[in-house]
């Protein structure tokens, strides 16, 4: 669910709505004062990292989980298919 920031033309409160699929842009009303003169803003909450930011951020051990997973798997082996070739006579 989304979450965006509005800032108050009234009284220039921001306040930060939670957006469900039932949720309606005009229905959205300052939290300070309850005008419905509010304007939707860049969320603060909702800029989302990028790609590169958001790996760095992530605890060094999903890589070794990442690989462990991998290695797992039947297709991750090159060397799998060699064995099962038989050389030409
Ligand atoms: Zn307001």
Redesign the pocket.
Known sequence: MPIYEFE?R??A?VSSHLFRSDTRMEDVR?K????ARVEKILSRIAVHKDLSSQLSGLDPKYDKMVDATVAKQPGSDPDRLLRKMKPFK
């Open positions: 108050c009234e009284c409160g300052c300070a004062c309850g005008s």
